[in-house]
């Protein structure tokens, strides 16, 4: 209670503040108007079964409601309202009064059609009937005997209208008007007015010497979107009418040779086009001798003095008069008259007459039959007509003329734009546009006729201007126009561009642009859009699908089940004749062409369904009442009712139905599995796996979480150890699924744990591939444990995928039991399987094998073989294995690629566990390269060698010893040799004389050696030994051989130190290996060279302007040599300046006069030793500073260099 | 009397400075030590001698020499009474890296006249040629101008390339009248 006192409040506030209620109120209105004003929105009312009654021909007594005004116009919604409306226009012509209709009116529920042989037809719910001429009844058959079967409403009629009438795109279907006494025939006998959105069907308007769909007389009217489909058809006998009168013809005189005279009768020369029958008739005399004058017209020769002549031309009737008289002869003609029979029948579409009028968006659709001049939109034109975005499809038919827009037209101002006939017109004169010129103005733009009719006639008193209109016509083609071929003049793009018919987009662009109206369907001519959306009368249902129009992009429509279709029609009202049904498996659209030609089309008389699987497309071909066939198209339906097919593959097997309990398949490698699948209907929706431990039915994979699922990609990768079964999903588009399964992966197996070259584990080699030399060590070692059932009479293999040469030892370390084999390759023989391990299979790869049981202990007396174990303990079986490959013994061997050595469980005979691949490494083993043997070779760098060491003599000889060991390579892989595994570089030093025999070491006495500071002695075998480092890494040793003055009591002569690095065993070198060695050159000579030697100059200066200046020498202490020689070059500086100590040799010979014995490269022998003078010749000299170098040797040592400058100036 | 006194003092400065080139050789043996060299002074008396023979010998890297010298218009026996303007000139092969350097000593200071090194230009003969500036000896005075040239041999240069090189210094003066 409280609260509706409350609310009792508010209202009362609200309604006494009145700016409050005015807002309400002004709210309420507009929400009334949005509600009532109809928008364009559902301008097209398609589909809209109609749900009004048809007329029952009983007169309303008023408009359903409305006062005229334009806010308020009579709303007329039934035909007695409509019938009501031709009554009221007896009295009046409503003008600036306003009408709308609204709603689809049906004048008569049966369809009528004129045919010119058995006249009007009535269909009615499929069957024919014949009505009587200008009367209400029909009857069963064409004779119209009997008593007739129903009767059908005629309508009355309009008077003169003068007001705006709008249909806002209603229909009035089943108009008949027909009077046998009207010589003007039509829906409204005049308009003045508007009339605007009506559309008709179902129309006939029979009768009249002149007839017209819609209106008799239009004047100073506007037409705009104005559809009119049906017959109309005037008198099938025209009213003739008799014209008859006298005229006088002077008196012809008659001369002795044949005269032509034409007969001029000014009263019938506008009668020339419309005449049915002429003729004339009179008296004549003959003024002369009768007998020999003759007197012809059109060729009749006149006799009796009177004459009776048809015509056929009213502009050309001809006399011929002659006598053979010389006497003066004369003719004379009376009571002379004309008497003609005309048809003046005009038969239009929808306009009889147009004055002074506007058309816009006006389409005839009707068939027309005329007497005379027949045409689609307006019969006669006057005044200013102007006719936009109009054309028509209708048949045209006429004795006489027939055009496709317009009879005939006098005189005035006709604008035609954006116009076109696709009619047929059928006439003996025709034309697509305007039958009949004679002088108006006519302006033509964006216009042709796709009848290969020429559109307009010749006329040269008419100012014709035509732009931009085409012609299909090719036969005889009209100058003014353009011509196309009819395909290309149909072409959307050409019209949209070229021709500016703009097209439907939406219905929002056309309420924001009215011109967007053309709608483009396959092989036909544009058509606006009311106009196609009221010929579609059929639609097909296919499922929720529907279609209704003719279309070639068709798309892929997938269906899962049983296809059914059916065919609405979407009119009611429409009598369709037929309706026939295609079913194509083609994957393109038929063309209409193609379709006219198919023969055997299926009636279709109710529902059906395709129920087996394919593609199809369903056409369908409707015949209506006017025996006009149109065709509309499905998508193209694709019917899948089977699941895809599917199948999994990998390198060893292939899965091809789905197994409930599947086996299980062992695997030592990763494993691809592919799925392929197919549909050949709807194709692949998508395709998903799923890898599990677990098995699962179909029922369950259904269920399963789709999430589970992963999507296939190219393949399926095993890699993870373990027992796994791949599922696999192909869903095609249609929906459909398939699932299969592969069998068990068991992938498990040995895992190689570690791989290294030699017998110990060597970080050198970490992650790079093994390569070895054929004598060479690797060894592996690999495991397995695995939680399992006990397994017996299990045996062990090891497997290779070579045939190991003759010498190699296998060692098998059992790291569980602790205890060592060796087996020995001793047979070249194919003991081991090899080559008959893949007999059959080509994709297997032979493997040989060396069972554990042929290996032997190691360690035990007598040495027993290997006993098979299953290493099983507490439900866990473990192996531990390292196997040492060593093909030191090898002697003939070959080079081995991507070998493999591993281990094999068997459970009788059959493989129950191998090595896992991945963890294997591939092993490379190179015997020679490039026919070359692959070794490793010891490389020994020393420098200072090549000076010689006085053995004498006090000297100190530093040698730096570098060694260090190469590997061959293959590419850029260094290919081991794992003999220098665990092995020091060691160097040796020997004293030998130029015969390399070996010189004791009592001999070097005077000798030290000092190997990086620390003394180091030859041992008794006289060498001395230096050890170095482990390979492969390089040694580098610091050798220092001191000499000291004094007689070894060796002879004179050259001897040689020598010293090799080599693989160091101990003390002793490994034969096997590779040895270099170097040699030093040593002197041993009874002269002392140890002396200072001095070369004394007396001049150091020489004078430049002096004819010669004698410079000279003097040795100091070389008598102690035995058999001293000095050798001179001279340097001259090469730059003058003390920051740059270079000099250039020149030859001395040039500049002195003494004659020297030459040594070649500008090196002087001094003939004299210890004192000797050079005559230098200044000026051959620069002024400049020179260098004069000598060498002093005894015999073939040198033994000193002595350098003394001078300057020039 | 006065005409007698102009004429010999003319010859005097004529022989003296004219024809005063007096030019000195040393020759370097050095030696790769850098042991400290004592440094010896020579007077050099452009008033005694024309000639004169500089005992310079094993000029080693890290050792310097010092060559005194004096500029003079007196003799024993005449005197200048004009004023005499005159210009040293040192001439030299520069083939050892000597750094070599003309002080004038003025009231006990000494005042670097000039750094002779390779950044003067060479003649026809080779030779690098080190201008002084003009200097002036006033008329009726006793004027003696006081010069010492230091040469030295920087020890960096003791590589082997640097034995036994050969080098000469000519040191030449112009000199003319003064109105």
């Not at chain 1, 003959?286 to 048809?310: C, H």
């Not at chain 1, 006497?327 to 008259?337: H, K, Q, V």
């Not at chain 1, 090469?1134 to 002195?1152: E, G, K, P, R, W």
């Not at chain 1, 006069?1153 to 000299?1181: Q, R, T, V």
Request: hydrophobic residues 35%; aromatic residues 12%; proline residues 2%.
């Amino acid at each position: 209670m409280i609260i509706m006192k409350d609310l009792k409040d508010l209202i009362n506030k609200i309604f006494l503040n009145r700016k409050i209620s005015l807002g309400l109120i002004s709210l309420a209105l507009v929400l009334m108007l949005s509600i009532l004003i109809p928008t364009l929105a559902n301008f097209v009312k398609e589909d809209v079964y109609l749900e009004t009654e048809v007329w029952d021909g009983v007169l309303a007594t008023s408009y359903k409601s409305g006062s005229g005004t334009y806010d308020d116009p009579y709303l007329i919604s039934t035909g007695g309202e409509l019938a009501y409306f031709s009554y009221k226009l007896e009295e009046t012509d409503y003008q600036d009064t306003y009408f709308k209709i609204s709603n689809n009116i049906i004048l008569n529920n049966g369809s009528l059609r004129y045919n010119p042989d058995l006249g009007i037809e009535y269909i009615l719910d499929g069957q024919t009937y014949y009505v009587e001429y200008y009367t209400n009844k029909y009857y069963e058959t064409p004779e119209k005997t009997g008593t007739e079967v129903g009767t059908i409403n005629i309508f009355p009629g309009f008077k003169n209208f003068a007001g705006n009438l709008d249909g806002e795109t209603h229909t009035i279907y089943g108009l008949y008007i027909t009077d046998s006494t009207k010589t003007e025939l039509s829906t409204f006998e005049k308009i003045e007015g508007n009339i605007s959105n009506l559309f008709f069907k179902n129309t006939l308007v029979y009768g009249g010497n002149n007839a017209s769909g819609l209106v008799a007389a239009a004047e100073d009217a506007i037409f705009n979107n104005i559809i009119f489909d049906g017959y109309v058809a005037s008198k099938k006998e025209p009213n003739l009418e008799d014209v008859s009168g006298d005229f006088i013809i002077d008196n012809i005189n008659v001369v002795n040779y044949e005269v032509i005279n034409n007969i001029i009768i000014p009263e019938i020369a506008s009668y020339a086009e419309n005449f049915v029958t002429a003729k004339i008739t009179g008296d004549y005399e003959i003024i002369g001798d009768v007998d020999a004058t003759t007197i012809k017209i059109n060729d009749v020769l006149l006799t009796n003095n009177s004459f009776d002549i048809s015509l056929e031309d009213l502009d050309n009737i001809q006399i011929k008069t002659y006598t053979s008289s010389l006497e003066p002869t004369e003719i004379s003609l009376s009571n002379l008259r004309y008497e003609l029979t005309l048809n003046n029948s005009q038969v239009s579409g929808i306009i009889g007459n147009a004055k002074n009028t506007t058309i816009d968006n006006m389409v005839n659709l009707a068939n027309i039959y005329g007497s005379h001049i027949s045409s689609a939109l307006v019969g006669v034109a006057s005044g200013n007509l102007e006719i936009k975005r109009s054309y028509n499809r209708g048949n045209i038919n006429s004795e006489f003329l027939a055009s496709g827009l317009i009879g005939s037209i006098e005189t005035g101002e006709l604008t035609l734009e954006n116009v076109f006939n696709t009619g047929i017109i059928s006439s003996p004169n025709s034309f697509g546009l305007i039958g009949k010129v004679n002088t108006a103005a006519i302006n033509i733009t964006n216009s042709f006729d796709g009848t290969e009719t020429n559109l307009i006639p010749s006329v040269k008193a008419a100012n014709i201007i035509v732009n931009n209109s085409y012609t299909t016509n090719a036969e005889n083609i009209d100058e003014r126009f353009i011509y196309l071929s009819t395909p290309e003049l149909k072409d959307s793009e050409f019209l949209i561009n070229t021709l500016d018919f703009k097209k439907y987009l939406n219905e929002e662009e056309f309420i924001l642009d009215n011109s967007l109206i053309w709608s483009y369907e396959e092989e036909e001519f544009p058509v606006n859009i009311y106009d196609k959306i009221l010929s579609k009368i059929i639609r097909l249902q296919v499922g929720n699908l529907g279609f209704k129009d003719y279309f070639t992009s068709v798309s892929n429509k997938i269906i899962k089940s049983n296809i059914t279709y059916s065919l609405e029609e979407t009119k009611a009202f429409d009598s369709i004749i037929k309706k026939e049904i295609y079913l194509s498996s083609e994957s393109t659209v038929l063309t209409k062409e193609e379709l006219n030609n198919i023969e055997d089309w299926v009636v279709y008389d109710e529902i059906s369904q395709i129920a087996e699987e394919g593609q199809y497309i369903i056409y369908v071909k409707v015949t209506n009442y006017k025996n006009e066939i149109s065709y509309l198209n499905s998508d193209i339906l694709i019917l899948d009712l089977t699941s895809p097919l599917l199948t999994l593959s990998s390198s060893i097997s292939t899965w091809e139905t789905f197994n409930e309990e599947p086996g299980s398949i062992y695997l030592d490698d990763t494993l691809e599995v592919k799925i392929e699948t197919s549909d050949d209907l709807s194709g692949i929706g998508f395709i998903k796996y799923l890898i599990s431990t677990d098995p699962y039915s179909i029922s369950e994979l259904d269920l399963l979480n789709e999430e589970l699922w992963n999507d296939y990609q190219d393949k399926i990768i095993i890699s993870e150890l373990g027992k796994y079964i791949v599922y696999a999903k192909s869903v095609d588009n249609a929906g459909n699924i398939s699932y299969l399964n592969t069998s068990y992966f068991d992938y498990m197996g040995y895992q190689v744990e570690k791989t290294y070259v030699g017998l110990k584990e060597n970080s050198d080699y970490d992650g790079l591939p093994v390569y070895i030399t054929s004598d060479s060590i690797f060894t592996f070692r690999l495991g397995f444990e695995e939680e399992t059932e006990k397994q017996e009479n299990i045996t062990h293999s090891l497997v290779s995928n070579f045939l190991l040469p003759v010498g190699t030892e296998i060692k098998l370390l059992d790291n569980i039991t602790s205890k060592a084999y060796r087996y020995e390759i001793i047979t070249s023989d194919d003991d081991y399987n090899f080559n008959n391990s893949c007999e059959e299979d080509e994709t297997c790869k032979k493997k040989a094998a060396y069972p554990f049981i042929l290996f032997e202990e190691i360690g035990k007396h007598d040495r027993p073989l290997y006993v098979e174990d299953n290493y099983y303990s507490n439900g866990v079986q473990k192996e531990d294995f390292t196997v040492i490959i060593d093909f030191s013994k090898v002697v003939n061997t070959e080079n081995y690629s991507n070998a493999e050595v591993y281990i094999e469980m068997y459970e009788e005979d059959l493989l129950i566990r191998s090595t896992i691949k991945n963890t294997l490494t591939k092993i490379n083993i190179y015997h020679t390269l490039e026919q070359e043997p692959v070794k490793a070779k010891i490389s020994l760098i020393a420098d200072n060698t090549q000076n010689e060491i006085n053995l004498n003599t006090n000297s100190t000889t530093v040698i730096d010893l570098t060694s260090s060991l190469n590997y061959q390579r293959y590419n850029e892989f260094k290919i081991i040799d794992t003999k220098y595994e665990d092995s020091k570089v060691g160097f040796k030093l020997r004293f030998v004389d130029s015969d390399n025999n070996l010189i004791s070491k009592e001999y070097l006495k005077n000798v030290a050696f000092v190997v990086d500071d620390v003394n180091h002695f030859m041992a008794e075998d006289n060498h001395l030994t230096i050890s170095g480092n482990y390979f492969p890494g390089s040694t580098n040793k610091s050798l220092k051989i001191i000499t000291y003055e004094g007689d070894s009591g060796l002879a004179e002569g050259l001897y040689y130190f020598k010293i090799s690095s080599f693989k160091s065993l101990g003390r002793y070198i490994d034969n096997l290996s590779d040895v270099q060695e170097i040699s030093i050159p040593v002197r041993v000579s009874k002269a002392n060279y140890n002396k200072f030697y001095t070369l004394d100059m007396d001049l150091n200066v020489i004078n430049k302007n002096n004819q010669e200046e004698i410079v000279s020498f003097k040795l100091n202490e070389s008598e102690d040599l035995p058999l001293p020689q000095i050798r001179a070059e001279l340097y001259e500086k090469s730059v003058l300046s003390a920051y740059d100590q270079t000099y250039n040799i020149v030859d001395l010979q040039d500049y002195v006069n003494n004659e020297l014995s030459s040594l070649g490269n500008n090196s002087y022998l001094i003939s004299s030793i210890d004192d000797f003078a050079l005559n230098f010749i200044p000026n051959k000299l620069n002024n400049n500073g020179y260098q004069l170098i000598f060498h002093l040797y005894d015999g073939d040592i040198k033994i000193d260099t002595i350098k003394k400058h001078f300057i020039v100036r | 009397m006065r005409k007698k006194i102009i004429i010999i003092l003319g010859i005097a400065l004529m022989i003296i400075f004219a024809t005063g080139i007096t030019y000195s050789i040393f020759n370097s043996n050095a030696s790769l030590t850098t042991t400290n060299q004592n440094i010896a002074k020579f007077i050099f008396d452009v008033e005694e001698e024309n000639n004169i023979n500089l005992p310079l010998q094993n000029l080693i890297p890290g050792e310097s020499e010092e060559y005194l010298f004096k500029v003079s218009s007196t003799s024993s026996d005449v005197s200048s009474d004009v004023n005499i303007s005159y210009q040293i000139i040192i001439k030299t092969y520069h083939f050892i890296p000597l750094d070599i350097k003309l002080y004038q000593e003025i009231d006990g200071d000494k005042v670097l006249v000039l750094t002779c090194d390779e950044t003067y230009s060479r003649n026809d003969g080779n030779e690098l040629v080190c201008n002084t500036p003009e200097n002036e000896l006033m008329y009726g005075e006793d004027y003696t101008h006081d010069y010492n040239l230091e040469v030295s041999f920087p020890a960096e240069y003791n590589d082997e390339s640097y034995i036994g090189l050969v080098d000469y210094l000519n040191l030449e003066i112009k000199s003319w009248q003064t109105l």
